[in-house]
């Protein structure tokens, strides 16, 4: 039985169909990234799965049990920890004392063990908490009754990075006792390090499911690299190599390419102004490309070793232009 | 099994207490002020009452100022208790639900393993933190000043006064409960609740001895006379009990219409 089912999951709003024909499976023990860019209906999928509304068609079962059929989502909730988008307790009460109504409700068996790692104010009165603080307390509520499943949307906003490596640290033990996660998010290297699998959400539509590995192999890296010459795009006609967009420079004034050779001057006005800097960007023109890459990265560590590099940043590209390039209504014809 | 009751409970003490006092204490100005009022009007009292425009002596159920009994029943309880402490369930009624669904607290509390009856019923339950507290205070007050200031009022009548306005004050809490499940936001449930108590309050007073005066027979106010109670001796238990049912079918019709919403 896996932990999550949904099956054809449409939900629609009247003027939005916020979720179509949505398919995806949880495996027992898996960590499962639902990502998509703010507004592709990451957030209707979970609200449907926790039985807050129900889908237009399409069903979804939780832990086996029928979301649709309350006796049955009461079963399951019993074993599921939730966090909301935007989680909210009731002010006026204390953190202990909104724990105490959930572990009244649920139980509470982690709860020291989850306070040691993620450390409300608890005897603070909510209200005045920040919101790294209620973020923590969701985290808290959401785990202590040692569910067998955890959903949480966008669980790292608002956690700083040392926290959020804890959540992750956290994450990845859970997943080795057996803990069963589905997690959304709007950035994939938030989440990458601890998902197994994810699910890639666009306007409404599962574009795709597959495993972190295979879709980092996917969508490749943003580069940025800095050459002490005048070159263009054909520079870096490689496979792979995508969107690419070179910027020269001449001396100390920065033009694009097509105006570099017409105002020789510009740069002799400066040079006693600018000290190093300037002597640096006159000692010949600079060429800062930039472009997305998705080839052998040995074919482009050769490329570039063809040029005397300035600078060069290498870094993941970011999901939205992910999306474009791969299953977005234009890029879909050039990925190839 | 009432966890999320207790909790909600807890939230409502510090109100209760609150309006308890403020409640006691215009009793209490009510019940001290008689004697000066009586004494300088003397026998003429019953005539100030002709005076008041008619439509006005009926919303407020004055049919006599010439004991305390009567001054009480039109002016303490018509007024400040079936018209204001009504209206003070109606909003807190309209804020039960919606106020969560406003501020998004509803997800935390539907994630939990809870029906949604549950979460409606436990938290109407909480209301009863209010109506106890009132509904205590309030006689206790009553009968202690008047017996302190020599025009003491019948305890028996006073404590039954109190206990068939219950179904009441249920019911002024149940229509609010209605529209807070209706409404996603506090505010609009609430002035709708406060809409419809008010105009049904007025409109029954107002339709009273008209040819319309059966269409005041929706009103929870046609079920309470605190005249007849305080006044006459009369305990209307049968209206009580037809409050206590519709204010019963006004909960199951705000669980019905709760366990259909979709929270989005």
């Given at each position: 039985m896996p932990a999550i089912e949904v099956d054809g999951l449409t939900k629609d709003y009247g003027s939005v169909r916020a979720n179509d024909g949505v398919s995806f499976t949880v495996e027992r023990g898996e960590v499962f990234g639902y990502l998509g860019p703010n507004g592709a209906g990451k957030t209707t999928t979970i609200r449907t799965l926790m039985g807050f509304q129900s889908p237009t068609h399409g069903s979804a079962r939780l832990l086996g049990h029928d979301v649709t059929d309350e006796a049955e989502l009461l079963a399951a909730k019993r074993r599921v920890g939730y966090l909301p988008a935007r989680p909210a307790f009731d002010e006026t009460v204390t953190g202990r004392e909104a724990l105490d109504l959930h572990a009244a409700i649920k139980g509470d068996e982690r709860r020291e063990e989850l306070l040691d790692r993620?450390?409300?104010?608890?005897?603070?009165?909510?209200?005045?908490?920040?919101?790294?603080?209620?973020?923590?307390?969701?985290?808290?509520?959401?785990?202590?009754?040692?569910?067998?499943?955890?959903?949480?949307?966008?669980?790292?906003s608002g956690l700083d990075p040392l926290l959020q490596r804890s959540f992750n640290?956290?994450?990845?033990?859970?997943?080795?006792?057996?803990?069963?996660?589905?997690?959304?998010?709007?950035?994939?290297?938030?989440?990458?390090?601890?998902?197994?699998?994810?699910?890639?959400?666009?306007?409404?539509?599962?574009?795709?499911?597959?495993?972190?590995?295979?879709?980092?192999?996917?969508?490749?890296?943003?580069?940025?690299?800095?050459?002490?010459?005048?070159?263009?795009?054909?520079?870096?006609?490689?496979?792979?190599?995508?969107?690419?967009?070179?910027?020269?420079?001449?001396?100390?004034?920065?033009r694009s390419e097509g105006e570099a050779d017409d105002a020789p001057n510009d740069g002799a006005g400066r040079t006693d102004a600018d000290g190093e800097a300037g002597a640096r960007a006159r000692t010949g023109p600079v060429t800062e490309c930039q472009f997305t890459y998705t080839g052998d990265v040995n074919a482009l560590v050769d490329r570039l070793d063809e040029h005397r590099l300035l600078d060069l940043d290498v870094e993941e590209a970011p999901l939205d232009e992910v999306f474009l390039r791969f299953y977005g209504s234009e890029g879909a014809d050039d990925s190839d | 099994?009432?966890?999320?009751?207790?909790?909600?409970?807890?939230?409502?003490?510090?109100?209760?207490?609150?309006?308890?006092?403020?409640?006691?204490?215009?009793?209490?100005?009510?019940?001290?002020?008689?004697?000066?009022?009586?004494?300088?009007?003397?026998?003429?009292?019953?005539?100030?009452?002709?005076?008041?425009?008619?439509?006005?002596?009926?919303?407020?159920?004055?049919?006599?100022?010439?004991?305390?009994?009567?001054?009480?029943?039109?002016?303490?309880?018509?007024?400040a208790w079936m018209l204001l402490v009504?209206?003070?369930?109606?909003?807190?009624?309209?804020?039960?639900?919606?106020?969560?669904?406003?501020?998004?607290?509803?997800?935390?509390?539907?994630?939990?393993?809870?029906?949604?009856?549950?979460?409606?019923?436990?938290?109407?339950?909480?209301?009863?933190?209010?109506?106890?507290?009132?509904?205590?205070?309030?006689?206790?007050?009553?009968?202690?000043?008047?017996?302190?200031?020599?025009?003491?009022v019948d305890a028996a009548d006073l404590l039954a006064l109190h206990l068939l306005s219950i179904p009441y004050l249920l019911i002024c809490g149940a229509v609010g409960l209605v529209a807070s499940v209706v409404f996603d936001r506090a505010s609009h449930a609430e002035r709708a609740s406060l809409g419809a108590l008010a105009g049904l309050f007025f409109a029954e007073s107002l339709l009273t001895g008209t040819d319309y005066a059966a269409a005041g027979a929706v009103a929870p106010s046609r079920y309470l006379d605190p005249n007849a109670v305080l006044l006459d001796g009369e305990y209307a238990v049968g209206d009580a009990a037809l409050l206590l049912a519709a204010a019963g079918i006004l909960l199951a019709l705000a669980v019905g219409l709760f366990r259909r919403k979709d929270i989005e």
């Open positions: 993620f450390t409300p104010p608890l005897d603070r009165e909510i209200r005045a908490y920040s919101t790294g603080n209620v973020q923590k307390l969701g985290l808290v509520q959401a785990f202590m009754h040692d569910p067998d499943l955890v959903i949480l949307d966008e669980p790292t640290d956290f994450v990845d033990a859970e997943r080795e006792r057996g803990l069963s996660v589905l997690l959304s998010s709007h950035v994939l290297s938030e989440v990458r390090r601890i998902c197994d699998r994810v699910g890639i959400l666009r306007e409404g539509r599962l574009v795709t499911t597959e495993r972190v590995a295979e879709l980092l192999g996917r969508t490749g890296k943003l580069v940025r690299a800095t050459v002490a010459d005048d070159v263009d795009t054909g520079a870096f006609d490689l496979d792979g190599v995508h969107d690419c967009a070179c910027h020269t420079t001449a001396g100390s004034d920065n | 099994m009432t966890d999320l009751a207790r909790f909600e409970a807890r939230q409502r003490v510090r109100g209760a207490a609150v309006a308890a006092a403020a409640l006691g204490g215009f009793a209490l100005v009510y019940v001290f002020v008689y004697p000066t009022f009586a004494d300088s009007l003397g026998a003429d009292i019953d005539r100030l009452m002709e005076a008041y425009p008619e439509a006005l002596s009926k919303a407020f159920g004055v049919e006599s100022l010439a004991s305390m009994e009567g001054f009480l029943a039109s002016e303490l309880y018509t007024f009504g209206l003070y369930f109606g909003y807190a009624g309209g804020s039960l639900v919606a106020a969560d669904v406003e501020h998004g607290r509803i997800d935390m509390l539907l994630s939990l393993p809870i029906s949604r009856a549950r979460i409606v019923v436990e938290k109407f339950a909480a209301l009863l933190v209010p109506l106890t507290a009132l509904s205590v205070v309030v006689p206790a007050v009553v009968w202690a000043g008047t017996a302190a200031v020599g025009h003491p």
